[in-house]
Each structure stands twice: as C-alpha cells, then as structure tokens.
C-alpha cells in the first residue's frame, strides 16, 4: 500500500502530505480513534515519516464516548514533540507556526477567536482588499465536527478533499496563503494531477454563500452584484432544496441586501428573502 494511502488512515490529506515533503509544512495534525496507533510505528519504520498519538479528550476534560487522539506526523520527531507541547500549553501562535500557517491568518484566527463563533468566510471577505483568489477558497474545508458536517460527509459528497489551503486565511487575497495555495497545487500538478484538476474546477468559480453549511457554486461569471450563470454545480451544501431548485430555472442572480432576485432570460422568475446582508452574498474566486 502506498505511503499516502496509509496515511489517509490518519486523517491526512494528500496537500498536506506533498507539503510535507516538499519541507513547506512541518507538521500536520489530525484527529485519529485508537485503532489505529499501531500503524504509526509501523510506518515509522518503514518511511522517513515520524507519527507521535497522544490521548486529547482527557485534557480536555471531555466527555466521549471514544477516547479522543491527536496524530503529530512530521519528518523530525522534535518537531512532532514540539507541536504536542505547543497544543498542551495552548499556546497557538507556535502551533500556528508548527502547522505551517502564515503569522497574519493566525493572528487572524486569535484575534477572531475570542467571538463567539467564528464566521470563517464574511470576515475574511470583508478584509479582502483585491480579488478573492480562488487559491484561498476554503468553502469546501469542513474541520468541525458538528451535525452538519456529518451531514454532508455522510452523504458522501467528497468535497471536503478540495482545497489548496488548509487553514483559515485572513483575507482572500492574502499574499502568505496564495503562495502556499500555488505551491500546493505546483505539488498536486506533479503526483496527483486529476485532482488537481478537479480541485481547481471546483474553487475557481462564482459562490452564492449564505453561512459555514450553505452555499451553492456556479458555472457563470459575476459583474458587480449580479451573476450571469449556466448551471449550479454539483458540490452540494446543506442549502433548501425547494430554493435551489428555483435558482436551478433562471439563468441569472441579482444580489441586493434584503433579497435575491432571480430570473431567467432577463424576465423575473422568483427571488429568495435574505436574513441578513452577510447571508447570501456573491464571492467570484478567480
Ligand atoms: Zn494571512
């Protein structure tokens, strides 16, 4: 079985992985069940690749059914320990640094943290100065483990796998993550490079965003607030059925405030009440 095989039992994704051979990450971080720690020795001995589990849930004080482990896989087993000790003592900004994350986005996150919930996709639009780079979509990253994200995985649409960064950006222009969105797709383009097609035709494109589950992607191209459109494309969110559909009849959106308006051959078929501003704006990654 091959290396990156094996290590998607640890929750790694190939973007990571080539990162972290190529020397741009140095250590990845993922969430595993107890199953699987004896391959970590295993593949330990066999490749140059360095995994330590520890037990989380404990520390956490969190009450779960299944005892709860951090993977820290990295090329030098310092840094595994080093990333280990940096989640003990809370202390983010190393680990943000450890997983490979430019200072701005972490700062970001900190300063971000501190609100209740965070909006990973407004905040980050409204820092955005230029253009949205389709390098920095990160629609389709789902890292929580909340009922929607079950929902969505358990449907089987393997979205969650398409992306060129895997943290949260600061802005959409942000010049630290476009380099590592290039860089990563650079990688893909050399030893996956059917999804890296597929990943680029899946973020380099016009989004409809309501919230974290919600969202539909287009074939069209955006002029200010309207999108002219061909058809949604099928990387399903959690959005109503009954609007998608309405949206699926016309063949343009115009985005205003308090609504939506949709029509089809520029006659008004139907338009979807927004609940607020933020919910349901027009994002063209390019
Ligand atoms: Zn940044």
Redesign the pocket.
Known sequence: MELIEQLTRFGIDPQSYLLLKAGLKPVIRTEVGQSIIPFSEKISRYSKIFILVKRFDEYYDLELTEPLFYAYTSLSEELSYDTYEADMNQDRKKLGKLLGY?D??VD?YLKEMVKVSIERIIGPLLNTKTKPSFYCNSIFNFDSKVDGWDKIFLKGYEICRLFLIRHM???FD?K??IKIGKKTLELLERELPELAKEIVSALKRPVLYFDYFNWIVFDGEVQNNELQYKQVLPYKSLFPKDKLNIIKQGNRLEVLDDKILISKDDKLISNIDKEDKYKGVLIDFL
């Open positions: 430019p701005c986005c970001y950006p600061c802005s942000c630290e993550s």
